[in-house]
């Protein structure tokens, strides 16, 4: 017996017969798919050969900046803007680190409080629980952190800091800049009769510039911050005032 064989001929990929053709035109056939085309190559990018201008610079991380410091030699322009943008990014890294009051322990306070950063002051405020004093002055060292992320605050259990510290002394705050106790308030007396977020600020700018938002550029004089905070201040009565206002003539 013959065995019946069944040849089935394909033709070069995208090709036509007439036959198929006709095919297609009667409807017996599907619409010829279209002939395979590779995408035109294009090389990769290459970053060296990008322009170096202002937007190039833009675009580099801390790191690239800093492996650029020789490379920009020629270009007197660029290298200032280089510097410019690095002095920026360090600043804002340095703003973005705090923003809230940090609880450490006994074993955190060298690392955290004796060896922070020479231009960054610290505020301790030393506290034990279920005293009601403390809760009101946290509550403002809370606001002022947020306002002034530059200056570092930290909270510690009074006797994990000082064995046997008197309770009587809390809550108990200490300032610190360069490894060194700068001043120190102890009682919630020291901050007024009204123990307020602007009245802590008055107090703790006193002496020495306490406080930086990390925003009021390179003048870090105690006359410059409390400027800042006197300013602060007075906004915040004027928008208080212009509420209580508002709320009074609502009620008419």
């Known amino acids: ?15 036509s017969t007439q036959w198929d053709d006709i095919q297609r035109k ?7 798919p279209p002939a395979f085309k590779p995408a035109p190559f294009e090389p990769a990018p290459d970053p060296d050969s990008a322009p170096k201008d202002k937007s190039w610079i833009d675009k580099k991380t ?25 002095a920026e990014m360090r600043e804002a890294a340095k703003i973005s680190k705090y923003g809230s009051v940090i609880p450490i322990s006994g074993s955190d306070f060298v690392r955290e409080v004796s060896q922070a950063p020479q231009d960054v002051w ?19 060292l809370e606001e002022l952190a947020v306002k002034y992320p530059a200056t570092k605050f ?8 000082i064995p046997n510290y008197p309770d009587r002394n809390l809550p108990t705050l200490l300032v610190y800049n360069n490894g060194a106790v700068k001043a120190n308030y102890v009682g919630l007396h020291s901050f007024g009769r009204r123990c307020t977020p602007e009245g802590v600020a008055l107090v703790l700018c006193q002496s020495d510039p306490v406080l930086n938002d990390g925003l009021s550029g390179s003048d870090p004089s105690r006359k410059a911050v409390l400027e800042g905070v ?17 709320d009074r003539s609502s009620g008419d």
């Open 154 to 161: 930290v909270k510690i259990i009074s006797t994990d800091c």
């Open 1 to 15: 017996m013959m065995a019946d064989y069944h040849f089935v001929y394909k033709d070069v990929e995208g090709a």
């Open 122 to 140: 610290v505020v301790v405020i030393l506290y034990k629980e279920g005293f009601p004093e403390f809760g009101l002055l946290l509550q403002c």
């Open 230 to 246: 006197r300013r602060r201040f007075i906004e915040k009565v004027v928008t208080e005032h212009e509420d209580h206002d508002d």
């Open 62 to 86: 801390e790191e690239e900046l800093e492996d650029l410091e020789d490379d920009l030699d020629d270009d007197r322009f660029l290298e200032e803007y280089r510097k410019k943008r690095l």
């Open 26 to 32: 009667l409807g017996n056939l599907p619409p010829k």
